[in-house]
Structure formats: C-alpha cells, structure tokens
C-alpha cells in the first residue's frame, strides 16, 4: 500500500508480528498494577471516575504507566455522536513501561523503565491481511476507525480489565500494540505531541509535498492546524498561512507565533481569501484540517499553484462541485488523509527531541482524571479552552507539575 513507507524504528518495532504471549519474567523491575483509577466514558457522553481491575486483563503482554493521553478531535466527535458502551478514551498515549513479557521486549526492542509513545492502533498483523503484511498497519480492518474499532482509547472498558486507553493511571500493552521509543529527557508536554505532530508531518510534509521554498496554507488554527503549521516550519516552507474564524482567535495568534500569516476569514470565497494572502501566487500545498464545506472545497482548489495538492483530514461531508479540467490543467491532486505512517512517528519524535518543533510555544493544558467529564462537557459545547493542547494525566503528581495552565500566555 502507498504511503506506508516503513523505517528503521518502526521495522523494529513490528518486526516481530506473532510474538507468543509467556508470562511475565520474574524480574524486581517489573511492576504490575492492581486496582487502577480510570476516567470511563458512557454513552451518554458523560465520564465518572472508576477503579478497575489490572488482574482481569486478558492478553496482557505488559503494562504501561501513563503520563499522558492528549485528548484529539476524534475523542470529542466520539464522544459528541454517542459511544457505543462505556470506554476508556485516550489514544495519543505517551507513558512509561512498568512491566513486560520477555519474548514481547525482545521483539519490541523496548525495556521495563522505558519512555514510550503509542500509536492507537491494534492491527490483526495476520500474514493473509495486506496492510498488515505491507506495514500499512493502520489500515487495517480489524483497526480501522469505521470496521473493526480494535483501537487504543475505543476498546470497550466492559472487555477484560477495561484499561485499553489512556484516561487512566495505567493501560495495557497488547501483542499487536504499536510503541515507539521516546527519549527520556523530552519535555513532558512536547511528549504529548508526539503524535498529533507525526500525523501533521505525514499529512503536509509526506503526502502535502511542503518542502524548503512552498507556500503552504493550513485551514483551522485547531489541534491538528497548529501541528500542521508546525510541520511546514520545519519543512523550511518559504510562506505559511493559517485561516480560521473569528471565534478562533487564540489559535490564530499561536499559528502566527510558529511563523504563519494569520487570516480571518468567516465566509465568503475561501479560494479568493488564499490568492489575497499569498499575493496573487496560490500554494503549493493546502492542508483542510476542519472538513470544509463542498463549496469551499471547490473554491480552495482554485487557489492551488500547478502540482499543488489540497490534502483533506477534516470530515466533510457535503458534494464537491469540482472544475475538473482546471485540475488537469494545473495537475492539482485532491488526497484524503487518515492518521499517519510509521516514519512520520519517527520523524515527529526526532524533530521535537531537537526542540526545533516550535510546539514549545503552545500553552498545555492538563487535566486531571477527575476533571476529564467537565473538560469533555466543554469541549463538546464548543466551550474549550483556548489553548488546543488538552492532556490528560491520570497521575496526580504529573498533573500539579507538568503543563502550563490555560491562562498562560503564548510567548
Ligand atoms: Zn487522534
Ligand atoms: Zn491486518
């Protein structure tokens, strides 16, 4: 499959698909939980606090202590359309192993006491599947967001020890989860950016074609847009543009401090609103982090420069009327994006170890355990914080110490 470029840290990582589950090593480093705090999502998009039970787990190649679970638009749009029964949610997990099958670190590459990021998903990696056995993973069946649900943050908190996301103190580690390794020193809230930053790389940078000298345009200051402005800034973009609402001011002013012109814009003709912005030139990449309206779609794509491509991560969800021989002629690309490839987790966690992210600037937002159903509320409401980096972290001492409040400013 396309766009699933395997890489070194990733072959690792999954090198070793059908790993058997043993028992967990006698080993004094290893540490397994008991009776874990967890924030359970309902149905009825409300969340209570729970203790749940490690010792139900079932198919527990180890366990990880969380340190933090960024809450994502999916999490919001989940939670705001009804989940199917109670679930702990979080699924951009960063945290630390505390306990590991031998056989499973040996094929990770991973040891007790490592720092890790998980991606969310949980792949049948069966040799007859052919994004398991392309490395394509994440599109998977059994992971995929609309079949199979088999995902970090998804799997229902009735099934097993119910700790399949990262809204608790700890989570469990499954054969087929996928870990990447953090570097120990990596700033707690750039950590949580791991990867939000990798699928914003995967999206501009991969599939969008920003590189040194493009003009790169990102609709929605939000948590992906910000991402996506930094992953242009570090693809050496000569021109980047951030557009949002009114009502999205905050974001604007963290997209302009990354380095991105920021515009306005409430309606009207959206391809107009580029050309103004970008004197006339248009752009070579457009990234629609927010599922713009058919007609927007249509408009936008008049503002790409010849090879530009309009990348779409947002869920529209009404017709394009689209000038298809303006397409042709300008050999425009049209690509639909969905989470991220393994070398763009690489990527992302390179680049924010560097501390050349730029995502330093953006206000963190952390959030206990027992404040993720008021948090949730609000985010539902459209009454967020204005920073778009929430955080969950479940352990108390982490969430006192760690992340700025909302009120910080950007600087
Ligand atoms: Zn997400
Ligand atoms: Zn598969």
Redesign the pocket.
């Known amino acids: 499959m396309r766009g699933c470029r395997k890489d070194r840290r990733g072959d690792r990582v999954n090198k070793d698909a059908g790993a058997s589950v043993k028992s967990i090593a006698a080993d004094t480093k290893q540490r397994r939980p008991r009776l874990v705090r967890a924030a359970v999502s309902l149905p009825d998009a409300t969340t209570t606090v729970r203790m749940l039970d490690a010792d139900l787990a079932i198919d527990a190649v180890g366990w990880l202590e969380v340190e933090s679970s960024a809450v994502c638009g999916t999490d919001i749009g989940l939670y705001r359309s009804g989940l199917d029964g109670p679930t702990v949610l979080g699924h951009h997990v960063v945290g630390s192993i505390v306990s590991l099958d031998a056989a499973q670190a040996e094929a990770w590459g991973v040891a007790v006491g490592d720092r890790v990021a998980l991606e969310e998903y949980l792949?049948?990696?069966?040799a007859a599947?052919a994004?398991?056995s392309s490395g394509c993973?994440r599109m998977?069946?059994?992971?995929d967001l609309w079949k199979g649900k088999r995902r970090v943050g998804l799997v229902s908190a009735e099934e097993g020890s119910g700790l399949h996301g990262g809204n608790a103190e700890f989570m469990q580690l499954a054969a087929n989860s996928i870990v990447h390794k953090l570097p120990a020193d990596l700033d707690p809230d750039l950590a949580a950016w791991t990867q939000p930053f990798a699928n914003a790389i995967d999206w501009t940078i991969n599939v969008g074609g920003a590189q040194e000298g493009t003009t790169v345009v990102v609709v929605g200051p939000g948590y992906h847009g910000i991402a996506a402005v930094a992953a242009a800034r570090a693809a050496g973009a000569a021109q980047i543009v951030a557009i949002g609402l009114s009502s999205s001011l905050e974001g604007l002013e963290i997209a302009e401090v990354l380095g991105a012109t920021p515009v306005v814009h409430d309606g009207g003709d959206l391809g107009e609103v580029i050309l103004r912005a970008t004197a006339g030139q248009g752009t070579d990449v457009l990234v629609d982090t927010v599922g713009l309206e058919g007609s927007a779609v249509a408009a936008s794509a008049r503002s790409l420069r010849t090879g530009g491509r309009l990348v779409v991560s947002g869920l529209g969800s009404t017709p394009v009327n689209l000038d298809l021989k303006a397409l042709v002629q300008g050999a425009h690309s049209i690509v639909g994006v969905r989470g991220r490839s393994p070398s763009a987790v690489t990527r992302s966690i390179d680049i924010l170890a560097s501390g050349r992210s730029g995502l330093d600037v953006v206000p963190t937002v952390a959030v206990p355990l027992d404040e993720v159903d008021e948090m949730f509320a609000r985010m539902v409401e459209g009454r967020g914080p204005s920073s778009p980096h929430v955080v969950v972290r479940p352990q108390p001492v982490l969430a006192e110490s760690a992340g700025r409040t909302e009120e910080s400013r950007v600087s």
């Open positions: 792949p049948c990696q069966d599947c994004a398991c993973y998977c069946p059994q992971t």
